[in-house]
């Protein structure tokens, strides 16, 4: 199969198109309009936020550093770019529309924001505007009817092979980024120059990244989002656990792995457990198999490491049923990927809405939809020591389902996350993560 995005991408632009076609007809609108977005300065200041492209627009282009912009899409048509390149001399100015897609739209290339006015479609009321309020131009503010939503969002669950060959390469990035990050741990690194060091071999910045590092060293491994980054090195290095992304023309990866310090200890021998079982899940990534599913099996086979480890004393399944799985992993297994870390959409009933509910007990999974060819999702199961739900436990009913001596002697460690982005197809998966890192050993 190519991976030549210039092959990949007419495919890709054909699949928008048949979607844009039949949610405007859900919507009885003529024309889908998707502003790019504008820079947000901060309250009483004059520094602006870093920009962020409307994911409804990156959607059709490798646009990402473009505000002012406008796409435009009426079925049987050729789409439009109306392309902001301003006079300006503050700013580095967009250098005019290149690459492989540019001869696939009709381009207008506009100076000012408001020279858009003159190229969009005649009636405001006939096009679906998707966008945020600010991104109101005139009379053409984002109406983002719901019918329309639902349909683009729901099947944008289903990556292209052009769009899958953007993760690719955003994972070669963040992989090549991980591997630099081990390495200044294992130099014995504070977390914020274990960040700069990722930072630096992605060769993307904090604005450029798909969200913010988590970066963690010894017991911060308990905090899932944990970014405060130290600057200094703790004296004793036990344990790093990384969560970290990069971007590729908008499409993001997220990559999760976590070290020892002692690699021929016990937190050694966990993570290599916790390694095992995700590689089993991610196999799970299945025309048809229910994501609900991966998740509680998930409880089910971290619990039963947690056995093995003398860390808990109940079957999986007296674990998973009373909750105490929950306090030692108590995330979802994962989410959708793609446009965004955290894609779209990942609880939507069918194409035109509805709420498919999550497994009771379980409130912070992000996808309960059935998987099928062109998903992706990440799969990331952990196990942490964290003392608030810890305590909780202590004070609840079920204080004696576990070692409390056993827990002591890895709360120090924090916890343990490995996360992998993979794609569902119509046989065995593909785990572009195991894959990223196969290619740079």
């Not at 991980?178 to 741990?185: S, V």
């Amino acid at each position: 199969m190519s991976h030549d995005p210039a092959s990949l991408y007419p495919a890709h632009l054909a699949e928008l198109q048949r979607r844009v076609h039949e949610a405007l007809e859900r919507a009885g609108l003529d024309h889908l309009v998707v502003p790019s977005g504008n820079s947000h300065y901060q309250v009483f200041d004059d520094r602006d936020y870093p920009y962020a492209v409307n994911p409804q627009f990156k959607a059709w282009l490798p646009l990402t550093r473009n505000p002012g912009s406008w796409l435009v899409a009426t079925p049987g048509r050729k789409p439009k770019l109306i392309y902001l390149q301003p006079f300006d001399y503050w700013h580095v100015v967009p250098q005019a529309p290149s690459g492989y897609w540019v001869d696939h739209y009709d381009i207008v290339v506009i100076r000012k924001p408001e020279e858009a006015l003159a190229h969009l479609p005649a009636d405001p009321a006939r096009c679906a505007i998707l966008g945020e309020p600010r991104s109101a131009l005139g009379a053409y503010v984002p109406n983002n009817p719901q019918a329309a939503i639902d349909y683009l969002e729901f099947h944008r669950a289903y990556k292209t092979p052009y769009e899958v060959q953007m993760m690719r390469a955003a994972t070669r990035r963040g992989v090549r980024a991980h591997r630099a990050a081990e390495a200044a741990f294992r130099d014995g690194a504070s977390e914020f120059d274990i960040h700069l060091a990722y930072c630096a071999a992605a060769r993307q910045e904090g604005a450029d990244l798909p969200y913010n590092n988590i970066v963690a060293l010894n017991h911060n491994g308990a905090v899932l989002h944990y970014t405060e980054l130290e600057r200094e090195a703790p004296a004793q290095l036990r344990s790093f656990l990384i969560d970290a992304g990069a971007s590729h023309h908008g499409y993001a990866c997220d990559i999760t792995r976590t070290y020892a310090a002692d690699a021929g200890g016990e937190f050694q021998a966990l993570i290599d457990a916790v390694d095992a079982a995700q590689l089993k899940m991610c196999d799970q990534v299945r025309a048809g198999h229910d994501y609900k599913r991966i998740h509680l099996d998930a409880h089910l086979a971290l619990s039963g490491i947690l056995k093995d480890f003398g860390v808990i004393k109940l079957s999986p399944e007296s674990a998973l049923e009373t909750g105490v799985s929950n306090v030692f992993f108590p995330h979802g297994i994962g989410h959708g990927i793609g446009l965004q870390v955290h894609d779209v959409a990942g609880f939507a009933a069918s194409d035109r809405g509805g709420t498919i509910a999550k497994p009771e007990g379980q409130p912070y999974l992000r996808l309960t939809r059935e998987l099928a060819p062109g998903m992706a999702v990440t799969i990331e199961p952990g196990v942490y020591f964290i003392d608030l739900l810890l305590d909780g436990l202590k004070q609840g009913p079920h204080a004696d389902a576990v070692d409390w001596n056993r827990i002591d002697q890895f709360r120090p460690y924090g916890g343990i996350r490995i996360e992998d982005d993979v794609v569902c197809t119509d046989g065995a998966p593909i785990n572009l993560t195991r894959d990223g890192f196969a290619e740079a050993a």
